[in-house]
T-cell receptor, first 115, second 117 residues
Framework: QKEVEQNSGPLSVPEGAIASLNCTYSDRGSQSFFWYRQYSGKSPELIMFIYSNGDKEDGRFTAQLNKASQYVSLLIRDSQPSDSATYLCAVPPLRSGGSNYKLTFGKGTLLTVNP | NAGVMQNPRHLVRRRGQEARLRCSPMKGHSHVYWYRQLPEEGLKFMVYLQKENIIDESGMPKERFSAEFPKEGPSILRIQQVVRGDSAAYFC???????????????FGEGSRLTVL
């Protein structure tokens, strides 16, 4: 059974700090990874995508992937109160056969950034 | 360009009643996917539809749940004889073509939250 695990939190950081969100996955062959942000009562919104080992940076966000250890993380630098949301890690099927829409989501980590 | 529209946003039903959730995909999108988010759980895939066709319903419960995407109008997720365990947020997503896993192709609606009393 393929699984994606996240610490449900809540994770609380002060404004301006670095928030670190972690996700582990069970399927060693997984190739790509998505990070979604979901504000309370709103739709999940894709914020980062990574498929290569190492770091990928986009503004204040950095995704880190370590396939050997089977974890992917999201770092948010200079955290702002507006970053307060639930962050979801999602993984497409290993052998999609055209079924990439069957994303496996973690339960999400609730992040609170305190002013 | 309106996003994926879902309604109702909140729905309350008593056990045994029927729930109908509607999803209008983004303009130009002809592929619709339904996901369910149970309390304290991650989103789970339910069904994938194109116009007038159910392509993949492997995530649908075997009984009481059905989905359609007619030639005209929104996609509908129908739950008959609801039970308390059906209380969840139901999210619809759409894409302009079969989602290949490429970022930026898949867009979610804000969900319909079903509460069964």
């Amino acid at each position: 059974q393929k699984e994606v695990e996240q610490n449900s939190g809540p994770l609380s950081v002060p404004e301006g700090a670095i928030a670190s969100l972690n996700c582990t996955y069970s399927d060693r062959g997984s190739q790509s990874f998505f990070w979604y942000r979901q504000y309370s009562g709103k739709s999940p919104e894709l914020i980062m995508f990574i498929y290569s080992n190492g770091d990928k940076e986009d503004g204040r966000f950095t995704a880190q992937l370590n396939k050997a250890s089977q974890y992917v993380s999201l770092l948010i630098r200079d955290s702002q109160p507006s970053d307060s949301a639930t962050y979801l890690c999602a993984v497409p099927p290993l052998r999609s056969g055209g079924s990439n829409y069957k994303l496996t989501f973690g339960k999400g980590t609730l992040l609170t950034v305190n002013p | 360009n309106a996003g994926v529209m879902q309604n109702p946003r909140h729905l309350v039903r008593r056990r045994g009643q029927e729930a109908r959730l509607r999803c209008s995909p983004m303009k130009g999108h002809s592929h619709v996917y339904w996901y369910r988010q149970l309390p304290e759980e991650g989103l789970k895939f339910m069904v994938y539809l194109q116009k007038e066709n159910i392509i993949d319903e492997s995530g649908m419960p075997k009984e009481r749940f059905s989905a359609e995407f007619p030639k005209e109008g929104p996609s509908i997720l129908r739950i008959q004889q609801v039970v308390r365990g059906d209380s969840a947020a139901y999210f619809c997503a759409s894409s302009p073509r079969l989602f290949s896993g490429t970022p930026g192709e898949l867009f979610f609606g804000e969900g319909s939250r079903l509460t069964v009393l």
